[in-house]
């Protein structure tokens, strides 16, 4: 079966404030977003990600571009002509219906008779395993419960896409971890094109089809978890999603998306690059820690430096690395049951890079 | 242990009396000016009238039987007070009809102030309460300049001509319910805005979300949520409303009294101060049996959505 787009987002720009106080939450954004797919929106706090949901939504009119749902332009259409739904951020239950009748909502104003609504609030009730909760009050369940009563709210209507605005973000830890795999399940089992918006990168990584990060209105990267982990496009990316080192570097030959680079120690070291670009001259790479290791300086090492301080984590251990170029470098090692890993601080190390694993950013 | 526990004990037994002492003040005044005279009412309606007005200090049912029923002049039989019974019936249905208006003028009024930017609040709900700097009676001549035969409205629409006639406003149920639905505004828009600032408009975006369109958020969402502003609103207009008598004796004319005017009418030219009392107890029986049927009424109905 080909891709099939369930919304697609055309040179979307949106504006606010008038005059000097003007400014651009979005800034001509284009992004296709697969039927079936969990998609996710990541970004900082004023990244323009929850503007983008919201247009969608329809709470918001975009200054300029188009949105389209299964190919159809939804600009004229008011949010509750929308067959979108949303899950807020701060869940917004009725607070004057019970549980049950907070799910039955969008049902009875899209007409449905009594026993299919009936019969669907039931069923949505067990997908997220709240039954025994159906006549209690809103304010008289947990903030999980209450999570998963605005998730049962939102997919009761079986809307073409759902929209997700940062509704894990008021949980605590452990129970965010379940409910991103509860999300994932529910994802899969309704078939229905997941819109998650979070500022949460580990969120992001752990759930998404698909990742849209964004920065000051814009899109800067979309692609896979894998790529967005392993194959950042610009520095705003490799920064935000992970830690990471940057080292400068020369390039020396580029072609079919394989350049060989120089380092700043005569090192000659292949290296990836985001496709689209063709890099020469000075650039800048990228090293995930995990992708390095320290050991005693000798004719492979790709770095030489000295240990400024290592952290002791249990399962690794991290070597924050002063480069002979003055360049700070972590690495990240796994550590094993018997003793660590053997370098001390001041100590001079050598970085071995793994096969592969240099990036060359855009900018 | 035990002693402790009597020190913590008479501590406490100290702070109520101490609480008592500070509300003192207001106990007295709402003894002296509320339930006191209440009681002289009470006493004057079972009390027979005096020629000149007052009371004679005999005991006398007849203020009470003719709040309903009413002697004939000349055989003394007992009928029904009609003129009476229309003016109670007149004052229930304008005061309904007040609080009915209020709400369908004032709801969109608050609504509108409650979505202004926060500073911009204060500004118009200080707008609203600028009616109340100016005496009640003058601004109730100024509504009769506006209704009169030769007022603002009649000369429009004559001039403009849509009519030959001046349309009779003035000395009619419409002009007294224009006149308290005027007064009273005010008093339904500022509870109905307290609760509806509380409103929580996220609410209102997840209705639109789900389908409801706004008519449905209204009745669905936001109504249920302002109730108890709608409730406290309608308790405020709809009292002052029964007992009204500035607006119904400028606007109404002679003709068509409220129960505030039949009274003073007692006390005054009619010199029956023991009917003027036992309507007064009615009125007051009135408005407490109607509050009651709404407030469980309002209540129950909460219960219902959930």
């Keep these: ?363 | 242990m035990a002693s402790a526990q009597e020190t913590a004990l008479s501590a406490e037994r100290q702070d109520i009396r101490n609480r008592w002492l500070l509300s003192a003040p207001a106990l007295i005044i709402i003894l002296l000016a509320a339930i006191g005279p209440l009681f002289i009412v009470l006493i004057y309606s079972f009390l027979a009238a005096g020629p000149y007005g007052d009371v004679e200090w005999k005991f006398s049912t007849d203020g009470w039987i003719s709040v309903f029923l009413q002697r004939d002049i000349f055989d003394d039989t007992l009928s029904f007070a009609d003129a009476h019974l229309a003016i109670f019936w007149r004052s229930v249905k304008l005061s309904i009809g007040t609080t009915l208006l209020t709400i369908v003028f004032g709801f969109p009024t608050a609504y509108f102030i409650a979505t202004r930017p926060e500073r911009t609040r204060e500004m118009w709900l200080f707008l609203i309460t600028i009616p109340f700097w100016t005496n009640l009676l003058i601004r109730t001549f100024a509504i009769l300049q506006i209704i009169r035969n030769e007022g603002i409205i009649n000369t429009l629409l004559i001039k403009a001509g849509f009519i030959n006639q001046p349309i009779q406003i003035l000395f009619t149920d419409t002009a007294i319910m224009i006149g308290m639905v005027y007064v009273y505004l005010p008093l339904m828009v500022l509870p109905l805005y307290a609760s509806m600032e509380k409103l929580d408009f996220r609410l209102v975006e997840a209705g639109y979300d789900l389908y409801a369109s706004r008519f449905a958020v209204l009745r669905r969402i936001i109504f249920p949520l302002v109730k108890p502003g709608v409730i406290a609103g309608s308790i405020l207009v709809f009292i002052p409303s029964l007992g009204a008598y500035v607006t119904p004796s400028l606007l109404g004319g002679g003709k068509n009294m409220m129960l505030g005017n039949l009274i003073e009418l007692q006390f005054g030219q009619g010199r029956n101060w023991p009917l003027g009392s036992a309507i007064s107890i009615t009125l007051m029986a009135i408005v407490m049996i109607a509050l009651l049927a709404y407030v469980r009424n309002a209540g129950s109905s909460e219960v219902r959505h959930g």
């Design chain 1, 1 to 363: 079966m080909p891709d099939k787009n369930a919304i697609e987002v055309r040179d979307v720009s949106k504006l606010f404030g008038t005059g000097d106080a003007q400014f651009a939450a979005l800034d001509n954004v284009s992004v296709s977003i697969r039927e079936n797919e969990f998609f996710t929106l990541l970004g900082p706090s004023g990244c323009g990600k929850t503007t983008l949901l919201r247009l969608i939504a329809g709470f918001d009119y975009p200054t300029d571009g188009q949105i389209l749902l299964y190919g159809q332009d939804i600009a004229p259409l008011p949010p509750f002509k929308r067959p979108v739904n949303t899950v807020f951020q701060s869940y917004a239950l009725f607070p004057h219906m019970t549980v049950g009748q907070n799910i039955a909502f969008g049902l009875e104003m899209l007409g449905k008779p009594k026993a299919e609504i009936e019969a669907r609030v039931a069923e949505m009730l067990k997908l997220v395993r709240m039954e025994a909760l159906k006549d209690r009050k809103t304010s008289q369940i947990s903030g999980g419960q209450q999570q998963r009563v605005a998730l049962a709210r939102a997919l009761a209507p079986q809307p073409k896409v759902l929209l997700l605005d940062e509704p894990l973000s008021a949980l605590d830890y452990k129970l965010r971890k379940e409910m991103q795999i509860e999300l994932k399940r529910l994802q899969h089992e309704t078939g229905i094109t997941f819109i998650f918006v979070t500022h949460d990168q580990e969120e992001a990584l752990t759930m998404s089809d698909r990742i849209a990060v964004m920065s000051a209105g814009k899109i800067l990267q979309v692609g896979s978890p894998w790529d967005i982990y392993d194959r950042p496009a610009v520095r705003f990316v490799a920064d935000f999603i992970g830690e990471t080192n940057f080292l400068h570097a020369d390039v020396v030959s580029a072609n079919d998306g394989r350049a060989t680079v120089r380092l700043s120690s005569g090192k000659e070291i292949p290296a990836t690059f985001p496709s689209g670009s063709s890099p020469q001259g000075k650039v800048t790479l990228v090293v995930r820690p995990e992708h390095a290791r320290v050991a005693a300086p000798n004719g492979t090492s790709a770095h030489v430096g000295h240990i400024e301080n290592v952290v002791y984590l249990g399962t690794d251990t991290h070597f924050h690395v002063r480069l002979d170029d003055g360049t700070p470098f972590i690495v990240r090692q796994q550590n094993s049951r018997n003793g660590h890993n053997g370098f001390a601080k001041a100590e001079r190390v050598g970085i071995e890079f793994g096969q592969d694993v240099a990036q060359i950013l855009k900018d």
